[in-house]
T-cell receptor
């Protein structure tokens, strides 16, 4: 059974810092992995989708990497801004299966 | 292009009552998913439709939950009778293809059972 964990649970940084959010999963036989952000009281917004054959994906100031063998993915946010404050969720999908979500990392970027 | 919409945004009901949640996926998306987040827990998969057919309902907690997707368009999730532990946020998501594609989530329905 796939289990997904995210470290840290919460993170507070000053504006402008580069930061890394971590996602770990127990079963390396994954199909893809997706990073989402959730703003308070809102739905989930997809940030990056990494297929199992890929090592990383980039979108603007965001870069997500995937290391299946070690069961890890990282989300790198460059030059953080207060607007980046949200909860970041990692979700992993196995072959023929549905998403398993991690508990999320709550990020606060202080002006 | 309109996103995934859900109705109502909030619902407060008493234990034993019935509630029906609705999800309208993005037009042209054959795949529709329901998820739930209960207080303090991770988001959990409930079920998956491909058009009007239930592809996977392994996450449905019990037979008090009934999901339908008439004509392969919008979907409803009925809880009857509601229990206290059903409180949480119910999310709907859709995608054009099942695999290898981003799922687009709605804003969720916040259900509180008193």
């Amino acid at each position: 059974k796939q289990e997904v964990t995210q470290i840290p649970a919460a993170l507070s940084v000053p504006e402008g810092e580069n930061l890394v959010l971590n996602c770990s999963f127990t079963d390396s036989a994954i199909y893809n992995l997706q990073w989402f952000r959730q703003d308070p009281g809102k739905g989930l917004t997809s940030l990056l989708l990494i297929q199992s054959s890929q090592r990383e994906q980039t979108s603007g100031r965001l870069n997500a990497s995937l290391d299946k063998s070690s069961g890890r993915s990282t989300l790198y946010i460059a030059a953080s801004q207060p607007g980046d404050s949200a909860t970041y969720l990692c979700a992993v999908r196995g072959y023929g299966q549905n998403f398993v979500f991690g508990p999320g990392t709550r990020l606060s970027v202080l002006p | 292009e309109a996103g995934v919409t859900q109705f109502p945004s909030h619902s407060v009901i008493e234990k034993g009552q019935t509630v029906t949640l609705r999800c309208d996926p993005i037009s042209g998306h054959d795949n529709l998913y329901w998820y739930r987040r209960v207080m303090g827990k991770e988001i959990k998969f409930l079920l998956h439709f491909v058009k009007e057919s239930k592809q996977d309902e392994s996450g449905m907690p019990n037979n008090r939950f009934l999901a339908e997707r008439t004509g392969g368009t919008y979907s409803t999730l009925k809880v009857q009778p509601a229990e206290l532990e059903d409180s949480g946020v119910y999310f709907c998501a859709s995608s054009r293809y099942r695999d290898g594609e981003t799922q687009y989530f709605g804003p969720g329905t916040r259900l509180l059972v008193l």
